[in-house]
């Protein structure tokens, strides 16, 4: 079984800071998504990650691949109350053409305060 | 990005009676579908996977005569919770697949309450 570890579960800060997020297995995914959650709502995809040691940046989130891809972490820089929510990691189990779905990590629960 | 709906987005129903939920994709033909549950403050985990036109493949744990999944189109997908017990309570969401890397879409999940 494929795990993704996914820290911290809770975090809460002040508005203006700045915050990472990690993903980490022991497994190997093709590729390696990142989806924002909130309540009452499905998640929406915010990025995919392919290659290892890939770099992808989208506004203030910057998401990393680790050169292995067994990890990836997503900072936030100069976060804002609007960026709370769940925030979501999932790794690819299969390949291309495998019908499997996504393995998520637990999850962490972001919370701005203004 | 592509655009999953469910239906309904919350129900309420009896205990005993039996519920059906639909995923559509809107702009895409999805030939594979994923049903996940959430509970509240957890993450998702995967229920299942919907194969057009071919049996379900369930994971550990889920039974598949409880949890009925019918794929008959290209763009629908059905999950019905049969003789629904208040433990069967949760938030469920689907999701298609579309793109070259497994990239998911998310509907915007089905709160069921089963009293």
């Known amino acids: 079984t494929q795990l993704l570890e996914q820290s911290p579960q809770f975090l809460s800060i002040q508005e203006g800071e700045n915050l990472t997020v990690y993903c980490n297995s022991s497994?190997?995914?093709?590729?390696l998504q990142w989806y924002r959650q909130e309540p009452g709502e499905g998640p929406v995809l915010l990025v995919t990650v392919v290659t290892g040691g890939e770099v992808k940046k989208l506004k203030r989130l910057t998401f990393q691949f680790g050169d292995a891809r067994k990890d990836s972490s997503l900072h936030i820089t100069a976060a804002q109350p609007g960026d709370t929510g769940l925030y979501l990691c999932a790794g690819a189990r299969v390949a291309g053409g495998g019908a499997d779905g996504l393995t998520f990590g637990k999850g962490t629960h972001l919370i701005i305060q203004p | 990005g592509a655009v999953v709906s469910q239906h309904p987005s919350w129900v309420i129903c009896k205990s005993g009676t039996s519920v059906k939920i639909e995923c559509r994709s809107l702009?895409?033909?999805?030939?594979?579908m994923f049903w996940y549950r959430q509970f509240p403050k957890q993450s998702l985990m995967l229920m299942a996977t919907?194969?057009?036109?071919?049996?379900?493949?369930?994971e550990q744990g889920v039974e598949k005569d409880k949890f009925l999944i019918n794929h008959a189109s290209l763009t629908l997908s059905t999950l019905t919770v049969t003789s629904a017990h208040p433990e069967d309570s949760s938030f469920y969401i689907c999701?298609?697949?579309?793109?070259?890397?497994?990239?998911?879409?998310f509907g915007p999940g089905t709160r069921l309450t089963v009293l």
């Open positions: 497994s190997v995914f093709s590729s």
């Open positions: 999701s298609a697949r579309e793109g070259r890397y497994n990239e998911q879409f």
């Open positions: 919907s194969n057009e036109g071919s049996k379900a493949t369930y």
């Open positions: 702009d895409f033909q999805a030939t594979t």
